[in-house]
């Protein structure tokens, strides 16, 4: 199996697919981070990645919502032009901004959304 993440192909962890100790459905993916070297791992499902499964692998895992409420707080002026730039893709048919944040807001990423409505 293979799986694609952001910057790389992670390949040759069937091995580990069977020792992780996560949800069963979810193992292939702690494996692949396991073999990719992954510091963090992002899923929206975090209950099927507890600590205990993680921690051996020094693995942190987060929330999207977390995630990306952290790269705001590092990097506010590039992860506002990130979602603004998302914003404005969405062109056929456009959606204003209010839609568009209680979109993301429907997607879980709560606390995303109050800190950016702060900055606006």
Do not use: W
Request: net charge negative; aromatic share 6%.
């Amino acid at each position: 199996m293979q799986l694609s993440f952001p910057t790389a192909m992670v390949e040759g962890f069937d091995d580990l697919t069977d020792s992780m100790t996560n949800d069963p459905k979810d193992r292939h993916v702690l494996a692949a981070a396991v073999r990719g070297i992954a510091e963090l791992i992002v899923p929206s499902n975090v209950k099927d990645f507890p600590r205990a499964a993680c921690a051996p692998y020094d693995i942190d895992v987060r929330t999207p919502d977390d995630f990306l409420t952290d790269q705001l707080d590092l990097y506010p002026t590039k992860t506002l032009k990130v979602l603004n730039d998302a914003h404005l893709s969405l062109i056929n048919p456009p959606i204003p901004r209010d839609e568009y944040l209680e979109g993301l807001e429907a997607c879980g990423l709560n606390i995303l959304v109050s800190t950016v409505r702060s900055l606006l």
